[in-house]
């Protein structure tokens, strides 16, 4: 077993030991990781606002000069999304649906592209500065019933399981546009339903975590993206350890 993963489980161990949190608590850490996951998804897909702005936005629903409506939405939208994503939360794996992705994808672009929202692609797409060469659209919906079959049934640690799941849909890249947002948002809906707290991917590391993904396309060898997913959630992990300690 890898060890960055190792590290994972013994703080696993660690938190389960201050569980149940108090409440108000709990309450503190969700409403931070709300605006925080909202900014860092949102800034990795080229969205300038900044996190105090995302704040803003998010908890005061402050309109922020300079910014564009459809940057405002995507704040909005993705804190509705995390919401969303939190009470699937309360059920298992087994119990996730296609529409409970098409759901989470309609929220993501809900009044910024209403046309796409919450629906499969059907035209060829390309992914920017890239040589991956992604699935004929003709082929998504096949793919997305596999993927729900293989999420189901899959085998491996719920780090491993929601890492690859996060993979294989960005992989699939079934929709138009929204499809990072819509797999980091399927990803820590996996980790919350197995007691983990949700990977924080940084704007920082925006360029690591698209060349992991890429190299994982192009090669097979996701050893880098898995890397960079451990580190997400341990950074994460050390939040939560740190509060209730």
Known sequence: MNEALKKLIEKKVKLDAFRPLPPELVKNLEEWFR?????TSNA???????????????????????????????????????D????????????VKESDILSLHQTILKKIDDANAGKYRNVAVR?????????????VPELMANFIAWLKSADGHPVD??????????????FVDGNGRTARL???????????????????????????????QLTGNM???YQVIYEAINRSMD?????AE
């Not at 992914?127 to 082929?139: M, R």
């Not at 990803?187 to 925006?206: S, T, V």
């Not at 939040?239 to 509060?243: A, D, V």
């Open 239 to 243: 939040i939560y350890l740190n509060t």
């Open 127 to 139: 992914i920017a500065g890239s040589e991956v060469i992604l699935p004929n659209a003709l082929k």
């Open 161 to 174: 399981v929601a890492s690859k799941a996060h993979f294989d849909l960005v992989s699939i890249h079934p």
């Open 223 to 225: 050893n880098d993206f």
């Open 44 to 82: 990795i897909e080229g969205n300038t606002l900044s996190r105090q702005e995302t704040a803003l936005v998010v908890d005061k629903g402050i309109t922020v000069d300079g910014k564009s409506i459809a940057e405002h939405l995507e704040a909005t939208n993705h804190a509705e999304a995390l």
């Open 84 to 95: 969303y994503v939190k009470k699937l939360a309360e059920a298992k794996r087994q119990d």
């Open 35 to 39: 605006v925080e996951l909202t900014y």
């Open 186 to 216: 399927l990803m820590n809906l996996l980790l919350l339903q197995e007691g983990y707290p949700p990977a924080l991917i940084r704007k920082e590391d925006r360029r690591i975590y698209i060349n992991a993904v890429e190299k994982g």
